[in-house]
């Protein structure tokens, strides 16, 4: 019977440990092993010359590296570089996103091939729910955009956000190992301050999120504080109301100590006055916070606009001064190639448009 091969980047170093013992070697094999995949990222066992021949034998019957392919590429006038990666033989295709600013380098990456939730302003919202990635599939992303991060512009990833396609919390489990992985002093030891998971707000899930005592930060894709507006653009608000949201979030900060942050995009004539702002600081008062205010990114056949210039800076200024809240104004990168916030799948061609939802 043929043995289904794992993705080595799936593995922490205990595990790792734990199967390199079960093989008869000694313990010390799986820090050298662990330290060929992740500080010197080789992608192969034959590239690891002090492990033995035997043991390379062995793993490579067992494990094989990186199961993404880069199937396109697209750099933006901004710097912005959007990458499609094929998985599963390239039989579904995800994507990636590199951002630079001035002040760091981030890398947007995505949990699931589709989505379940079908927000109605974002792109990635009108596929069909394909399948969770592995955590190894979430990793290499991450490893593919912090090397194109080293080539192209010569300088270290600072940041990931779990703000790609599909929903964090759907694919808990991986999710949860790829940070822990990530983090791993042993692998690519990232502080778990510098990573961010975005969450449409599963209740259950963000408890749980603080009964596991993460380190990363969570951010909430709020984009209404009252519930019939939320109704309206997120279906997810019908099974996770506000009032569920808020009691979880409370959860979490009490579990964690971390502070909240709350995405918004502010969208023309539905979410933009200064009673939705009234009703934002009403509902971010529940917990220690700070707020994004994101520019809308249109879709192709999207029913909403981006909202007025001036209305943005009102509406940020209200929170800010009248409301002693911390607010940024996140403008948009990458739009010119369908990379910015809620354009993820759109005009990709490479993607099937048999998963797209009826």
């Keep these: ?26 313990a010390f094999r799986a820090k050298q092993v662990y330290e060929w995949v992740w500080k010197k990222q080789v992608t192969s066992f034959e590239e690891m010359p002090n492990i033995g021949k035997q043991l390379q034998e062995k793993l490579a019957e067992t494990y094989f590296f990186d199961g993404l392919t880069v199937e396109d590429q697209q750099i933006s006038t901004d710097k912005t570089i959007k990458c499609a990666f094929g998985i599963d033989g390239q039989t579904q295709v995800i994507e990636g996103v590199l951002i630079p600013t001035t002040s760091r380098m981030t890398a947007c990456i995505s949990s699931q091939v589709g989505c379940s939730l079908a927000c109605a302003f974002c792109a990635t919202g009108r596929l069909k729910m394909m399948q969770n990635l592995s955590a190894g599939e979430i990793v290499d992303q991450v490893l593919y955009l912090k090397n194109l991060a080293a080539t192209k512009y010569d300088t270290s ?12 919390l759907l694919n808990y489990k991986n999710v949860v ?6 983090t791993d ?31 990363f930060n969570l951010a909430i894709s709020l984009h209404a504080a009252n519930d019939k507006k939320r109704h309206k653009i997120m279906e997810i608000n019908e099974t996770n109301n506000l009032e569920a949201l808020s009691e979880a ?6 579990k964690t100590g971390s502070r909240i942050t709350f995405e918004y995009i502010i969208f023309k004539d539905f979410n933009d006055q200064l009673e939705d702002a009234r009703e934002l600081a009403e509902f971010a008062k529940a917990v220690p916070c700070k707020i994004n205010i994101i520019e809308y990114n249109p879709i192709d056949g999207g029913i909403y606009q981006q909202a007025d210039r001036q209305k943005v800076d009102d509406f940020a200024a209200f929170l800010e001064e009248k409301c002693n809240l911390i607010v940024n104004v996140r403008r ?15 005009k990709n061609k490479l993607i099937d448009k048999r998963i797209l939802k009826d």
Excluded at 159 to 168: A, S, W
Excluded at 177 to 182: A, D, G, N, V, Y
Excluded at 332 to 346: E, V
């Design 1 to 26: 019977m043929t043995v289904k091969r794992i993705h080595i980047r799936t593995l922490n170093l205990d595990e790792l440990k734990a199967h390199i013992i079960g093989l008869g070697e000694p």
């Design 157 to 168: 990833l600072t940041n990931i956000v779990y703000m790609g396609m599909g929903e964090p």
């Design 177 to 182: 190992k790829s940070t822990e992985i990530l």
């Design 185 to 215: 002093p042993n692998g690519l030891a990232m502080s778990p301050k510098r990573i961010t998971v975005s969450t449409a707000g599963i209740a259950k899930m963000i408890k749980k999120l603080g009964d596991d005592d993460v380190k």
């Design 249 to 254: 979030l409370v959860y979490f900060h009490e």
């Design 332 to 346: 948009s990168r990458g739009k010119d190639i369908d990379a910015a916030c809620g354009q993820l799948a759109n």
